[in-house]
């Protein structure tokens, strides 16, 4: 079992900066692919960046350039580094980590980026 905590949300003008931090607790974090997704108001959950045991990283063509996700295991904690954030940036922002049949999920942490 895996529990994921996400912080570091919270409101930043255009061209700002946040970075987003997921906590975990459980064994297998380090085995696991860990990622965010971000779902925006009335829009489905959409991948933001993975990143995989061995730290090869993935990344929406949108975010390319701009985010950047990174993994401590002995934290186990996993980051996304946000630069010139745009508004269309705005969205809940979940982490999650998938290892082989299962998928946890964090509750989610607010990213609202102004114009």
């Known amino acids: 079992q895996v529990q994921l905590v996400e912080s570091g949300g919270g409101l930043v003008q255009a061209g700002g900066s946040l970075r987003l931090s997921c906590a975990a607790s459980?064994?297998?974090?380090?085995?696991?692919?860990l990622g965010w997704y971000r779902q925006a108001p009335g829009k489905q959950r959409d991948l933001v960046a993975t990143?995989?045991?061995?730290?090869?990283?993935n990344y929406v063509d949108s975010v390319k350039g701009r985010f950047t996700i990174s993994r401590d295991n002995a934290k186990r904690t996993v980051y996304l580094q946000m630069n010139s954030l745009k508004p269309e940036d705005t969205a809940v922002y979940y982490c999650?980590?998938?290892?082989?049949?299962?998928?946890?999920w964090g509750k989610g942490t607010l990213v609202t980026v102004s114009s």
């Open positions: 459980g064994n297998i974090f380090s085995t696991g692919t």
């Open positions: 999650l980590c998938s290892v082989p049949r299962v998928t946890y």
């Open positions: 990143i995989t045991s061995g730290g090869s990283t």
